[in-house]
């Protein structure tokens, strides 16, 4: 069965750096791209972005551009997010979740990981 | 970016009850619309894609319709397992944008 398990809750300080990963099963790693979204305590989800697993190429919500940065490892099936330059605002928990694409154009968000608390704080 | 927002913020409902949340988009989105169910301190699970679409395994109580600017998620009855926080989403421009959440208490 499909499964993406997210790395432990983390601390941070303002101004650090934080790299969550995501390890992909039960199907083929390159097949689906990896997305990450987050969600701030009492709010919507936010999209941040989405990582290719088979070329690495990546798209980035404006809002992240320059702070964050998702990388791949295919030979362990895991998908990483990296943000820097750590804000209390960036205090949320970020899920990972694959996308799939049916009728070549519609795409949601089938499987999520279970998600990983970061909590940034002096 | 496309803002999506959700009415009602909150509703009560008890079990049997036909439920209905709806979603507007600040520009058309043609069908490029999921709904997601989130229960607490668990991650979403998708319902509808595609605006009218059932995703496998779940219940046939759910339905979507709509298109452009205006969506709608219908429950026919609620069960117990369906309070929860609704999430509509778009995916026709990026960056891709969620509602502001429905959230469905029990009467």
């Known amino acids: 069965q499909v499964q993406l398990v997210q790395s432990g809750a983390e601390v941070r ?10 390890k992909a099963s039960g199907y083929t790693f390159t097949g689906s791209y990896i997305h990450w979204v987050r969600q701030a305590p009492g709010q919507r989800l936010e999209w941040v972005g989405w990582i290719n697993p088979n070329s690495g190429g990546t798209n980035y919500a404006q809002n992240f551009q320059g702070r964050v940065t998702m990388t791949k490892d295919t030979s362990i099936s895991t998908a990483y997010m990296e943000l820097s330059s750590l ?14 694409t049916v009728f070549g154009v519609v795409t ?15 | ?7 009602p913020s909150s509703l009560s ?12 988009a600040s520009q058309s989105i043609s069908s490029y619309l999921n709904w997601y169910q ?8 998708v319902l509808i894609y595609g605006t009218t679409s059932l995703q496998s395994g779940v219940p046939s109580r759910f339905s979507g319709s709509g298109s452009g600017t205006d969506f709608t998620l219908t ?5 117990p397992e369906d309070f929860a926080t609704y999430y509509c989403q778009q995916s026709y421009s990026y960056p891709w944008t969620f509602g502001q959440g429905t959230n469905v208490e029990i009467k």
């Open chain 2, 38 to 45: 989130q229960k607490p301190g668990k991650a979403p699970k």
């Open chain 1, 108 to 122: 949601l968000f089938d499987y999520w990981g279970q998600g990983t608390l970061v909590t940034v704080s002096s």
């Open chain 2, 1 to 7: 970016d496309i803002q999506m927002t959700q009415s």
């Open chain 1, 13 to 22: 300080k303002p101004g650090a750096s934080v790299k969550v990963s995501c």
């Open chain 1, 87 to 100: 804000t209390s605002d960036d205090t949320a928990v970020y899920y990972c979740a694959r996308a799939r």
């Open chain 2, 75 to 79: 429950i026919s009855s609620l069960q």
């Open chain 2, 13 to 24: 409902a008890s079990v049997g009850d036909g439920v209905t949340i709806t979603c507007r």
